[in-house]
């Protein structure tokens, strides 16, 4: 999760830019995305892709979400869980990228409880005090039950579509809130959620029985767990203990700190990092190769 210590990166890489908080907040959306723009590019030989805005009856309501996927053939699902501002175009296009790859990529809005997406334009609003206030109330609506409930539906839903080939099992990535949700994803849906990468995830090591670490072995998944490196710093031991509950209960587990801080992998986030997000996004193709 992003907290005050991740702010504190977050300022030091503003200030390398010469910016401050408030001025990277008035950049807005646009400023943000021109950054990110070049991540989203599909690479030579790689799809042309489908998109559309989908909605998915769940347990609470309807979840709105972005869909998107290789215009021909059967691709493996994929669940992407945003970061802490949600759905909107920086995740839309992490999710192109994704698609690109071959895959069937769901991008969910996390807060469709309270409202559909965007609830941000751009992380840049979550720099600001009232959206940061904004984004911590949403955040609180989305409990671990609720996340468990709403990963069932979208495990459905992707079985649904054409453009899923459900001989294949289905992924999860997540980003910041996001990355503890790729375990309770793979542990509501132990039969189809075969690989979940955390990026950056805030909340993956607690002592509640139904704290991520707790659940790996309801799983059936192959795990990326990658640690920032100021999060490293915070907790130096949870790298140590995920890869422990990893090995006792017989899960495949890559548990890396990336020489990166907190929101590294987000195009939109003050401390986005190229070099390692393109390293990340790598490793994360590797990982769902095989599921």
């Known amino acids: 999760m992003c907290d005050e210590t991740t702010a504190e990166s977050h300022d030091r890489a503003l200030a390398a830019k010469g910016l401050t908080r408030r001025e990277f907040a008035a ?72 698609a690109s790859a071959g895959h069937a990529v769901l991008v969910v809005n996390q807060y469709y409880r309270s409202q559909p997406a965007p609830v941000m334009e751009s992380f840049s609003e979550f720099m600001d005090p009232e959206g940061r206030k904004k984004a911590m109330a949403l955040y609180g609506t989305v409990t671990p039950d609720a996340v468990t409930r709403d990963a069932k539906a979208f495990v459905t839903f992707l079985d649904s579509k054409a453009a899923v080939d459900k001989a294949r099992g289905i992924g999860s990535c997540g980003y910041c809130m996001g990355g503890s949700f790729t375990v309770r994803t793979a542990a509501a849906r132990p039969d189809r959620v075969k690989a979940a990468a955390s990026f950056h995830g805030g909340g993956l090591v607690g002592d509640k029985p139904d704290s991520p670490i707790n659940l790996l072995d309801k799983t059936k998944a192959s795990f990326l767990l990658a640690i920032s490196r100021d999060d490293d710093a915070k907790a130096p031991g949870d790298k140590d203990a995920l890869r422990k509950v990893a090995q006792e209960v017989g899960r495949p587990a890559e548990v890396v700190v990336y020489p990166a801080d907190h929101g590294w992998m987000v195009p939109d986030s003050p401390v986005y990092d190229p070099t ?16």
């Open 27 to 98: 950049l807005g959306a646009a400023a943000a995305l021109t950054a990110c723009a070049s991540n989203g590019n599909a690479r030579p030989g790689e799809q042309e892709l489908v998109e559309e805005l989908v909605h998915i009856t769940t347990e609470d309501g309807v979840a709105d979400a972005f869909f998107v996927h290789p215009a021909q053939g059967k691709w493996p699902g994929v669940i992407m869980w945003p970061d802490i501002a949600g759905l909107r175009e920086a995740k839309r296009i992490m999710a192109r990228r994704l």
């Open 276 to 291: 390692q997000a393109d390293l990340g996004f790598e490793q994360m193709l590797g990982l769902f190769l095989n599921m």
